[in-house]
């Protein structure tokens, strides 16, 4: 089964149902290894930096959008790595997947705009299009 699953996660209702799915997966096996990825898109640091006076207030942010999804997996008995990175969405997860054998992807659906998902491409689908292991996309 798989021993390592990423959740490439965001703090949406999304991001939560794929932490839900994944602990599905997760409990088929019993040494896999659940890591959740958040990763900070650079176009939306400018935002966040305006919004807070100081770093340990985003970073306090950026923690509590992610606890309903560590509050799933943590509700299940499993005990997840939270990782943060820098990059686009998509391509970094996928980069990330890579570099650490990652078994599984498991990400929600965005909530994109008909324009921006028709113009730019939704997150998920980047993943899928790029990723050497299996995706599962959770809406």
Known sequence: MYKHILIAADGSDNSVR???????????????????????DPDRI????????????????????????????????????LTTVKGEPGPTIVKYADANNVDLIVIGTRGLNALQEFVLGSVSHKVVKRAHCPVLIVK
């Open 18 to 40: 794929a932490a839900t799915e994944a602990v599905k997966l997760a409990h088929m096996s019993t040494d896999t290894f659940v890591e959740v990825l958040l990763v900070i």
């Open 46 to 81: 400018r935002d966040e930096v305006l919004h807070s006076p100081n770093h340990e207030e985003i970073e306090f942010y950026r923690q509590e959008r992610l606890q309903p999804v560590l509050d799933v997996l943590s509700g299940a008995e499993l005990q997840p790595k």
